[in-house]
């Protein structure tokens, strides 16, 4: 009876051991609703006017442009190049170096299109989420939760699934891929 209780407490210990190790080594699972939850949790709905107003048209335009085309980063801006879907919009985005959190999108003619408010607090820690407002109107249009590197999920600002990413590819609420993507024209930081 001793030796049955001590190959007892042996397998419990081994059974146990891989648990925790499993639960240390493992990482969060997100579902579409959990994520939902998480993404609006907090989420501003609504930019202030007067804080959008100073960026209505882009004063670097042409040089922005250029740099875009040289394939250059002018001082103080971090700028890539995009398109939308089917290039109905092609602009690009300036990230100012002392406004981080910010990416303001404008057409290739200058004019401000959308704000995404970035509130990620430090590179590699996971999840952050990025909220796309309008520039007419300040209000929400889509968010973005980063759960990973390589995983994101995408919501209109009703709550409605846009896309699950995994990698270049976006999936529906049932699993089945509805997009791929890519990012133009990106420039590399010095």
Known sequence: MKKFILLLIIFLSTINTGIAETLLQGGVVYTVESARKLAFDGLELKLDKQAIKPYLY???????????????????RYIMGFETAK???????VVYDDKPQYAYYYSNGGYLVAIDVDNKQKDGIYPYK????????????????YV????QFAYTKNGKLKAHWIGDTGYNANGKP???RKVL???PSD
């Open 58 to 76: 882009d004063e670097n335009n042409e040089e922005n442009r250029k740099a875009i085309k040289d394939n250059t980063q002018p001082k103080g």
């Open 87 to 93: 290039n109905l919009v092609k602009g690009y985005v």
């Open 130 to 145: 990025i909220g796309k407002y309008s520039a007419l109107t300040g209000n929400l249009i889509s968010i973005a939760l």
């Open 148 to 151: 990973s590197e390589d995983e």
């Open 178 to 180: 509805i997009a791929k």
């Open 185 to 187: 024209d990106e420039i």
